[in-house]
């Protein structure tokens, strides 16, 4: 007998592990995100029957978002996070020796400022930069007004041209 529950899990909740994994990542380190994300899903699918339907994201990144704030409230601090340069290069991209230290020293002077940022700066600079959320699905996440999404971005952002200028 199939499980409406566990169906509708699956269509509405599970495409976004990559993004769930993506803001553990940012929120805390490679090393516990793939355990917060399982921790999460598993938090998420015990009280799905709380989802109202309307933006499956933004609520399974709630869940993942306070699964994360609760590890780091354990009195874990939040190592710089590794960024693999493989993942995020184009197929195929052939560039030489002193191209790419170039791009290394910039892609790292970028992970650098963002991991920099305080949390309420960061999540939402990861949550609209990286995964492309509307304003509206951040503030369901983070459960503060669009007025403050915006603000915290716009800080976020300054904050980070700051940083990268700093480093340049």
């Known amino acids: 007998m199939d499980n409406p529950k566990r169906e509708l899990f699956e269509q509405t909740i599970v495409p976004h592990m990559n993004a769930a994994y993506n803001l553990a990542r940012w929120l805390t380190n490679r090393d516990v995100a793939e355990d917060l994300v399982q921790e999460a899903y598993l938090r998420a699918f015990r009280f799905f029957d709380s989802f109202d339907g309307r933006d499956g994201k933004a609520w399974v990144l709630a869940v993942v978002r306070n699964t994360c704030f609760t590890w780091l409230g354990r009195g ?27 791009a ?33 699905q951040i503030a369901e996440t983070t459960g503060v007004p669009i007025g403050t999404v915006m603000s915290r971005l716009s800080r976020g952002r300054v904050r980070l041209l700051d940083c990268m200028e700093g480093k340049r």
Do not use: W
């Open 76 to 102: 874990s601090r939040a190592p710089v996070v590794g960024f693999d340069e493989q993942i995020h290069r184009a197929d195929g991209e052939h560039v030489n020796a002193e191209t790419r230290l170039i």
């Open 104 to 136: 290394d020293a910039k892609i790292g002077a970028l992970r650098d400022c963002v991991q920099s940022l305080p949390a309420e700066y960061r999540e939402v600079v990861v949550m609209r930069e990286l995964e492309e959320m509307s304003y509206r």
